[in-house]
């Protein structure tokens, strides 16, 4: 356990430098690059972020393994353990100065996710989760103590407020999320799109969203987030209600309270069967 408070403590630590850099730059990026799509972006603060956090990862533990979203993999021989980080998610709306973006670091050991951090620096808030120990939320500058994160209570899906995302190759192929997004937005109460797949995570885990959706994320998307869903007392699956696995090559992943997960997998289900069909 103490290695995982020192790792804790670690990311606590780049967390910080990290938000500072990027709400300095909220807004304001001004070296703005196109990757895979014309919403698939990154700026020099992201490599900012991302430098000042690989930097203290490195520092810290030299035998560990990072993949970082900018950098790639910094494969290691050998290495027991592996850091995930993703040093702004949500580039787009920080281009456009929406405060919905976050830092998400995660390491993973040979039992899985271990330790999470999802931080918002312009919203204040700090989620954390800690393998067996539950999943918290910080609300920064406001003195108050963290406070334990529990999944909501919702039972049915047409009473859910749901969240989802859509992939960067939206324009260019059928595997886009519209007919899932259709379906649902008619099955449960409401859907939204933040735009920052740790975040709507971190936000399952807190009980204000009671179900979540998406595509063709990456390991960096999921590392943080699938943890805090767990550790809140949610359940996490891939679409056909399996194990997860955030390192597929299809990327999707179905997060919720437990309450609704059945009836959003099956619908989910449905949608996608007749997208088939529809081929």
Not at 41 to 70: W, Y
Not at 103 to 126: F, K, M, Q, Y
Not at 191 to 213: H, I, N, P
Request: glycine share 10%; with cysteine.
């Amino acid at each position: 356990m103490s290695e995982l408070k020192a790792a804790l403590a670690v990311m606590h630590a780049a967390a910080d430098e990290a938000g500072a850099i990027a709400l300095a730059g909220l807004g304001r990026a001004r070296d703005i690059q196109r990757k895979a799509g014309p919403s698939d972006l990154v700026t020099e603060l992201d490599l900012a972020s991302e430098r000042a956090i690989v930097g203290r990862l490195r520092a810290a533990f030299p035998s560990d393994a990072i993949v970082a979203e900018e950098s790639g993999a910094d494969a290691i021989a050998g290495a027991l353990r592996r850091w995930y980080v993703d040093p702004i998610d949500g580039t787009t709306n920080f281009v456009h100065g929406l405060p919905f973006f976050c830092v998400s670091i995660a390491l993973h050991d040979e039992a899985g996710p271990a330790v999470g951090l999802v931080e918002a620096p312009a919203l204040g808030w700090r989620f954390v989760a800690v393998r067996g120990q539950g999943a918290t939320l910080e609300e920064r500058g406001r003195g108050r103590s963290p406070r334990p994160l529990r999944t909501s209570a919702t039972l049915r899906l047409d009473e859910a407020l749901l969240a989802t995302g859509f992939p960067y190759d939206l324009r260019n192929g059928d595997e886009d999320n519209l007919r899932e997004f259709s379906a649902l937005q008619r099955d449960a109460q409401a859907v939204r799109r933040v735009g920052s797949a740790a975040l709507d995570l971190a936000m399952v885990a807190a009980g204000w969203f009671d179900g979540y959706w998406e595509q063709k994320l990456k390991p960096w998307d999921l590392a943080a987030g699938v943890l805090l869903v767990t550790e809140a007392g949610g359940q996490v699956s891939g679409y056909a209600g399996e194990a997860p696995d955030f390192r597929a090559s299809s990327g999707r992943i179905v997060a919720s309270n437990g309450h609704i997960h059945g009836e959003l997998v099956a619908r989910l289900s449905a949608a996608r069967s007749a997208l088939e069909f529809a081929r």
